[in-house]
C-alpha cells in the first residue's frame, strides 16, 4: 500500500487547511489510517486516526480543532484542521500503524501556521 499526503502551506493562526492522502490501491485495502505530524526538533507524534468503521481517534493537542474523515470512492482520506496555531507548525504524513511501526514513511506535507 502506498499513501501520499498533500494540501500543505503557509497560513496564519486562526485560519483552517485541510490535508488530503490518497490511498494506493484503495482505502479498502487498509484498516486503519493515521495523520502523524513531526514539527521542528520535535518526534514524530499520531494526530489522528480512523478505522474502517469510521471510527475515530484524536491526540488531546487537536481534540476540537481537526477532523479526520475517509471517502472510500475517491480512495482518500483527510484531516480537517481548523483555528490552527503556530505549535501545530510540522511535516504532516499519513500511513497506516503497521508501517509507522517498521519507520517506512511517505513523503509529508509541510504545515506553517504564522504568529
Known amino acids: 500500500v502506498q499513501l501520499q499526503a498533500s494540501g500543505g502551506g503557509l497560513v496564519q493562526a486562526g485560519r483552517s487547511l485541510r490535508l488530503s492522502c490518497i490511498v494506493s490501491p484503495s482505502t479498502f485495502s487498509v484498516n486503519v489510517i493515521g495523520w502523524y505530524r513531526q514539527g521542528p526538533e520535535k518526534q514524530r507524534e499520531v494526530v489522528a486516526s480512523?478505522?474502517?468503521?469510521?471510527?475515530?481517534n484524536y491526540a488531546d493537542s487537536v481534540k476540537g480543532r481537526f477532523t479526520i474523515s475517509r471517502d472510500n470512492a475517491k480512495n482518500t482520506v483527510y484531516l480537517q484542521m481548523n483555528s490552527l496555531k503556530p505549535d501545530d507548525t510540522a511535516v504532516y504524513y499519513c500511513?497506516?500503524?503497521?508501517?509507522?511501526?517498521?519507520?517506512?514513511w511517505g513523503r509529508g506535507t509541510q504545515v506553517t501556521v504564522s504568529s
Open positions: 480512523i478505522n474502517h468503521n469510521g471510527f475515530t
Open positions: 500511513n497506516t500503524p503497521v508501517l509507522a511501526a517498521v519507520r517506512q
